[in-house]
């Protein structure tokens, strides 16, 4: 029997270095658009829920096919709002309404290369694990973050030193959050904000990136295209 999964989507106003980029135009569609679509093929979401406190978001997600039962109070809704804490608001209501759920997939917004095959791929890796920790998606660093430097005025200096005669060979590859999707079980969303592990799925470079600024935009446009032309 296939479990009870909520996919939640925080797609919040006001968002500082790029104006609206939750709905801004990313190859002709809305960038919400792009995970909505992949959630809705797989065929594993019970409910997906756009959490937003944006009139103009919420009848964008509408036009997608997406009912809406609640918008996002406006106090979770600044810069400093903590995701788990949207989460935790969202299942709560959902709770006050007789639903819950077995696992609780948080889906960043600005993910174009988000797949239905991603996520199936997630979905049966997460169910092999003990469940005991959530899941997230990772990226491997380009290179060893042993051999980083620090900016001290017009100087950059190795942060360590014996690292850096360290061959590549020798150090073990490092990760880090790709921002595509994070996979919990319910309990695990009330219970701490950071965890001491992490399952891991790990994703290419060419299907993650984290867009924040930009910058991150002009990036994801071009790969975006190379994507689409092999």
């Excluded at 973050?145 to 620090?150: D, L, M, S, V, Y």
Aim: a positive charge; one cysteine or more.
């Amino acid at each position: 029997m296939q479990p009870k999964r909520i996919a939640i989507i925080p797609a919040r106003s006001g968002s500082v270095r790029i104006k609206n980029k939750n709905i801004k135009s990313f190859f002709n569609k809305p960038m919400i658009s792009y995970p909505i679509d992949a959630l809705k093929k797989s065929k594993l979401f019970e409910k997906i829920h756009i959490s937003t406190d944006d009139i103009k978001i919420k009848k964008i997600v509408e036009k997608l096919g997406i009912k809406f039962d609640f918008l996002r109070s406006k106090k979770l809704s600044k810069n400093n709002v903590i995701i788990q804490d949207v989460l935790k608001f969202t299942l709560k209501e959902y709770k006050k309404k007789n639903q819950s759920f077995d696992e609780v997939w948080l889906i960043f917004a600005c993910t174009p290369f988000i797949t239905k095959e991603q996520l199936i791929s997630a979905a049966e890796k997460f169910s092999r694990t003990k469940m005991n920790y959530p899941m997230m998606t990772f990226l491997e660093y380009d290179a060893p973050i042993e051999w980083a430097f620090k900016k001290e005025k017009n100087y950059f200096k190795p942060l360590n030193k014996k690292k850096l005669l360290v061959d590549s060979q020798n150090i073990k590859k490092k990760y880090y959050e790709s921002a595509t999707f994070v996979i919990f079980k319910e309990d695990q969303v009330f219970k701490q904000k950071v965890f001491s592990k992490y399952y891991g799925h790990i994703l290419n470079k060419q299907s993650a990136i984290d867009i924040d600024d930009m910058s991150d935009w002009r990036k994801a446009e071009l790969l975006f295209k190379i994507n689409k032309h092999k």
